[in-house]
């Protein structure tokens, strides 16, 4: 079977599999967060922590309850780290520096995980389990209950109450994460992958030294990484080491995990807004991006272009040869399309234009179908912009889903798109323009340009995958980048509940004969061109600096 047969055939394979989780998957979060219900084991954690689930929030309650989760979270795992070195567990490792800590702590907390470091040789079995996996299972259920507050923001009329943010991220830990993060993580040791508490130990004698090894959870930190869109790996190579990613099964069940819940999400909003057709709609716009963008990336690295290329069957260089190009390629842009930032191949190596689709891929907002609950969220903020340009083409009052967006709806969207764009331009013009952050760059000329555009922009983008030949790990990137990805994480989210909340308030907008309808093929391309538009051309310039330029001169 040729390479690029097998590449599609797998690409088929996970497309069968998403749509059959789909709809029971999608139904039941739906039942989750609408159920009026609560488990026993949620009624001691609400007890634990002091909070009221039956209470409803108004928008800016529950933006402070986001922000004030997260701000201890972020505290918490910071101390953890910092006082490493004198925790049982610890393999021998020393507590990590303040600016690792903070970069670290901004990184799993914002959901980006973003790594500066070498897992194996930095954390120990505490910080990794009762940190990192923490914080996976935590930073994914803030984003999902963002998500849900939107869409009650629509499904709501003339209340401005978006539910309990403390009941929707309970739930979406105790009844979604965990039990699918537990088969995931079932599975992924029947494929190989290792889960123990070992210590560090000699596996053999290399070239006249010994290697040196060191076991941890690695199986159950690998399940909710990638169900969570988190991507941080256990160890520096990632999703490419046999011990997190041993086979081309596991390679498959990873990007299904990944996929799995941003997908399903549309019909859970389909369901909660009272029409499965405007979720299929939103799916159609999803699938379309991935799709285009999966083939895309496929051709740019089995495409022939020089004689290395023809010997090796494509550029084969930085990646594994038990996935080969077609498994790595979907791979990349399932990560990057989403915010998982989890490589199995090292993307530096990638081809010019490859490694641009990857950077594309996020600065669209990872929204194809994006993270668990920011894609959601950020694609419907599209959306809301994708009605507004529509109204304005045939002079109508813009409205979508039976609320009216006017300039206040507007003006929450606008700021939301510009955010993130805002962050990655400015604070990559800032270190090319610095003359110690340059030192860190392992190549020059646009490549170079390139790795330090991908830094911030998986940064902001809370993607936290990595270009590869940037050493980040110096003051100025551990601390601007640290920055970059709070502020793009929770900045965002102040516009989505603010905008959310304004929904809530109105009365529903009767449908009449010029009412565009959102549930249509035709609205699901405009809002692709709206998309491909409003968010890609805002990064042309800087792509044309680097990929582009590297790419057309290759």
């Known amino acids: 079977m040729s390479p690029v047969l097998a590449g599609v055939l797998q690409f088929l394979a996970l497309m069968v599999a998403l749509a059959l989780a789909y709809r029971p998957l999608g139904d039941y979060m739906a039942g989750v967060y609408s159920s009026p219900k ?181 199986a159950s930190q690998e399940a909710i990484k990638e169900l969570g869109t988190n991507g941080g790996g256990y160890f520096n190579a990632n999703a490419a080491h046999p011990f997190e990613n041993p086979s081309g099964l596991s390679n498959l069940l990873e990007i299904f995990l990944i996929l799995l819940i941003p997908l399903s999400l549309t019909r859970t909003f389909g369901r909660m807004v009272g029409s499965v057709r405007q979720g299929y709609a939103i799916l159609a716009t999803m699938t379309a991006i991935w799709v285009v963008f999966t083939g895309l990336m496929m051709w740019t690295e089995f495409h022939h272009g020089a004689p290395a290329f023809d010997i090796a069957g494509g550029a084969l260089e930085g990646k594994e040869t038990r996935f080969g190009i077609g498994a790595s390629s979907i791979f990349s842009v399932a990560t990057t399309l989403t915010s998982t930032g989890a490589v199995n191949s090292f993307l530096s190596s990638y081809t010019g234009f490859g490694g641009g689709i990857a950077m594309l ?81 392992t190549n020059s000329g646009a490549h170079g340009f390139s790795e330090i555009l991908y830094a911030y922009t998986s940064g902001a983008n809370n993607n936290g995958s ?32 603010a905008l959310a909340g304004s929904l809530a308030e109105q009365k529903p907008v009767p449908v009449t004969a010029g009412t565009l309808r959102t549930d249509k093929p035709l609205f699901s391309g405009l809002l692709v061109g709206t998309i491909m538009i409003v968010a890609g051309l805002t990064y042309f310039p800087a792509l044309a600096l680097g990929p582009l330029a590297e790419g057309l001169a290759s």
């Not at 029947?190 to 596996?203: L, R």
């Not at 270009?467 to 989210?493: C, H, K, Y």
Request: hydrophobic share 50%; proline share 4%.
């Open 466 to 497: 990595a270009f590869a030949g940037l050493n980040a790990d110096t003051q100025w990137f551990n601390t601007s980048i640290g920055v970059a990805m709070l502020l793009g994480r929770f900045l965002p989210m102040v516009f989505v509940l």
């Open 361 to 441: 891929g996020m600065q669209l907002g990872e929204i194809a179908p994006g993270g668990v609950g920011s894609g959601l969220y950020g694609i419907l903020v599209m959306a809301v912009i994708a009605v507004f340009l529509a109204g304005l083409m045939v002079g109508r009052t813009p409205e979508y889903l039976g609320k009216k967006i006017g300039t206040r709806q507007i003006k929450f969207a606008a700021c939301y798109i510009l955010i993130t764009p805002a962050l990655v331009l400015c604070f990559t013009g800032v270190a090319m323009a610095l003359p110690t952050p340059v030192n860190s760059l």
């Open 38 to 218: 609560h488990l026993r084991v949620e009624k001691w954690i609400y007890r634990a922590v002091g909070a009221n689930p039956a209470t409803e929030m108004r928008w800016p309650a529950y933006l402070r309850g986001v922000l004030g989760f997260s701000l201890v979270s972020v505290l918490f795992l910071y101390l953890l780290q910092r006082v490493q070195g004198i925790l049982p567990g610890s393999l021998g490792f020393a507590s990590i520096d303040p600016d690792q800590a903070f970069n670290t702590a901004a990184s799993f907390v914002s959901n980006t995980n973003w790594q500066s470091y070498y897992g194996e040789q930095a954390m120990g079995h505490v910080v990794q389990t009762g940190g990192l996996a923490v914080q996976n299972f935590l930073s994914a259920a803030v984003g999902m209950a963002v998500a849900v507050a939107l869409v009650r923001g629509f499904a709501r009329t003339r209340t401005g109450e978006l539910g309990n943010f403390w009941a929707d991220l309970v739930r979406g830990t105790v009844r979604i994460l965990l039990p699918i993060a537990l088969v995931g993580a079932v599975l992924l040791v029947a494929c190989g992958a290792i889960q123990n508490f070992a210590g560090i130990h000699e596996v053999g004698q290399f070239m006249g030294g010994s290697q040196q090894w060191n076991g941890g959870a690695v």
